[in-house]
């Protein structure tokens, strides 16, 4: 997310917060982009919270999860925002660190990361000898001195070829997506054979489900065992746009975890085979509940290119 966009969706927040308080807008919160999913959400707290005594905007802080705190008759809540422009913007919980399952310390020991299995593997070497068997690129990318500004860009020209059925570029880009999965397979398949802390894994999901997703937040909070008593009272409110209407719903995440925990005493991960991806679940005895579906992932121009990442989607179904 942009710096622009994330001072917008904290304005809209701060919208929200001036409604629930009773303040008057200014002609900037008008313009914000969000203005309208902002006027919808606030409604809809009103309407759950009728007895509110004070809203306070809470921003990216370490020590409390939540963009509001509502503070009613009723006690005191976390809300959390998410707003989306299409009619089901909700799917993708995360984009983390691409070394999250080793950093926060889900396995016994120190096993390798995903990057350092990849620099074992030599894979930028690699993608830069598939993408150098495109015979014609333009000078003004081939002066490029900043070897990963020279893979980005190289990248980015072969497919805007490929978009045009060219198809040495289509071949190239076929060729790096086919090296990149089955180092994806190899790796996760690495992994598997490693001694899982269900503890840590435990404590990794339900971070990632209180929206706590940035590297430094989550490997503070995952030795804190007093974190959990920070789910019991968040509450995510979804604002999405469908068929020109802005549509709200809520997802009580903190009664969700509380009855996750409840039905699973063993949290581990598995790894089908051949996929590259993994999933977290949840066990009792020979009942299972899956919980997140992790993908190892490249954010830009294509896989096995540009700004490796986790995707995390969450399996819990929303109410």
């Given at each position: 997310?942009?710096k622009?966009?994330?001072q917008?969706?904290?304005?809209?927040e701060r919208?929200?917060?001036k409604?629930?308080?009773?303040?008057?807008l200014?002609?900037?919160d008008?313009?914000n982009?969000?203005?309208?999913?902002?006027?919808?959400?606030?409604?809809?707290?009103?309407?759950d919270?009728?007895?509110?005594?004070e809203a306070k905007?809470?921003?990216n802080?370490?020590?409390?999860i939540?963009?509001?705190?509502i503070v009613?008759d009723?006690?005191?809540?976390f809300?959390?925002?998410?707003?989306?422009?299409s009619p089901?913007?909700t799917?993708t919980?995360?984009?983390?660190?691409?070394?999250a399952?080793?950093?926060?310390n889900?396995?016994?020991?120190?096993?390798?990361?995903?990057?350092?299995?990849?620099?074992?593997k030599?894979h930028e070497k690699?993608?830069?000898?598939?993408?150098?068997?495109?015979?014609?690129?333009?000078?003004?990318?081939?002066?490029?001195?900043?070897?990963?500004?020279l893979r980005g860009?190289?990248?980015r020209?072969?497919?805007?070829?490929?978009?045009?059925?060219?198809?040495v570029?289509v071949?190239?880009?076929?060729?790096?997506?086919?090296v990149?999965?089955?180092?994806?397979?190899?790796?996760?398949?690495?992994?598997?054979?490693?001694k899982q802390?269900s503890?840590?894994i435990?404590?990794?999901?339900v971070?990632?489900k209180?929206?706590?997703?940035r590297?430094?937040?989550?490997?503070e909070?995952?030795?804190?065992?007093?974190?959990?008593?920070?789910?019991?009272n968040l509450?995510?409110?979804?604002?999405?746009?469908?068929?020109?209407?802005?549509?709200?719903?809520?997802?009580?995440?903190?009664?969700?975890i509380?009855d996750?925990?409840?039905?699973s005493?063993?949290?581990?991960i598995i790894?089908?085979?051949?996929?590259?991806?993994?999933?977290l679940?949840?066990?009792?005895?020979?009942?299972t509940?899956?919980?997140?579906?992790?993908?190892?992932?490249?954010k830009?121009?294509a896989?096995?290119?540009?700004?490796?990442?986790?995707?995390?989607?969450?399996?819990?179904?929303r109410?």
């Amino acid at each position: 997310m942009g710096k622009h966009e994330r001072q917008q969706i904290e304005g809209a927040e701060r919208i929200i917060v001036k409604i629930l308080n009773a303040q008057k807008l200014n002609n900037a919160d008008k313009e914000n982009v969000w203005f309208e999913h902002a006027l919808a959400l606030a409604k809809r707290v009103k309407g759950d919270f009728p007895n509110i005594q004070e809203a306070k905007h809470l921003g990216n802080r370490y020590d409390n999860i939540g963009d509001i705190l509502i503070v009613s008759d009723n006690g005191q809540f976390f809300i959390e925002i998410k707003m989306s422009a299409s009619p089901h913007g909700t799917g993708t919980k995360a984009n983390i660190s691409q070394d999250a399952l080793t950093e926060n310390n889900l396995f016994v020991g120190k096993p390798k990361s995903w990057s350092e299995f990849r620099d074992k593997k030599g894979h930028e070497k690699i993608v830069d000898g598939l993408l150098n068997k495109f015979p014609k690129y333009p000078k003004n990318i081939l002066k490029i001195e900043n070897p990963p500004s020279l893979r980005g860009e190289k990248a980015r020209y072969l497919r805007k070829l490929a978009k045009n059925k060219k198809r040495v570029a289509v071949k190239i880009l076929n060729n790096i997506h086919g090296v990149d999965k089955a180092e994806k397979i190899e790796y996760l398949n690495y992994l598997k054979e490693q001694k899982q802390l269900s503890e840590m894994i435990k404590r990794f999901f339900v971070l990632i489900k209180l929206g706590v997703h940035r590297k430094d937040e989550l490997k503070e909070l995952m030795g804190d065992k007093d974190f959990f008593d920070l789910a019991e009272n968040l509450l995510v409110y979804y604002s999405n746009l469908h068929e020109g209407k802005i549509l709200i719903s809520k997802e009580d995440v903190g009664k969700k975890i509380k009855d996750i925990l409840g039905k699973s005493d063993d949290f581990r991960i598995i790894f089908p085979n051949s996929l590259t991806h993994c999933k977290l679940i949840g066990f009792r005895g020979n009942l299972t509940q899956p919980l997140l579906q992790i993908v190892l992932h490249w954010k830009n121009i294509a896989q096995g290119i540009m700004t490796p990442c986790l995707n995390i989607f969450d399996l819990t179904a929303r109410d």
